[in-house]
């Protein structure tokens, strides 16, 4: 009995040390993976960089008509002079939307200043620019 326990410790001794020998790489980790995988992310990091967008929230304030869309902006630019204003078109309707926010708290907070003039104002997730 006791000379299994003494084998038992002794081959769970060997088998840790191994494993911890196998982990000592001087912090470097090697990844092999094939040409195309490095080819596709250096895609996307410049693609991140080109465009500059992140997942984010925009305020609609109205949606429908050219003249409607218009007449809107032109009320929501005279009172937030110092919020961005977006004109999309989306067939068959024309959208006002407006403002970059990161949170949706964000989009809240304002909402609740910007829905005092426009009723039908909603908060959207779109992609916003990252600054």
């Known amino acids: 009995m006791q000379l299994k326990h003494i084998t038992f410790s002794l081959l769970l001794f060997i088998l840790s040390s191994k494993l911890t020998f196998s982990q000592n790489n001087n912090g470097h980790i090697s990844i092999d993976c094939s040409p195309e995988i490095n080819t596709l992310i250096a895609k996307k990091i410049n693609y991140n960089k080109e465009n500059h967008t992140i997942d984010g929230y925009r305020i609609q304030l109205f949606y429908g008509s050219e003249n409607g869309v218009n007449s809107a902006r032109n009320k929501f630019r005279a009172l937030f002079p110092n919020t961005a204003t977006y004109v999309d078109y989306e067939s068959p309707e024309w959208k006002v939307r407006v403002g970059n926010y990161k ?3 964000e989009a ?5 200043e910007i829905i005092l003039n426009f009723g039908d104002a909603i908060v959207i997730e ?3 620019k990252s600054q």
């Open 103 to 105: 949170t949706r708290l």
């Open 108 to 112: 809240d907070r304002a909402l609740q």
């Open 126 to 128: 779109y992609k916003i």
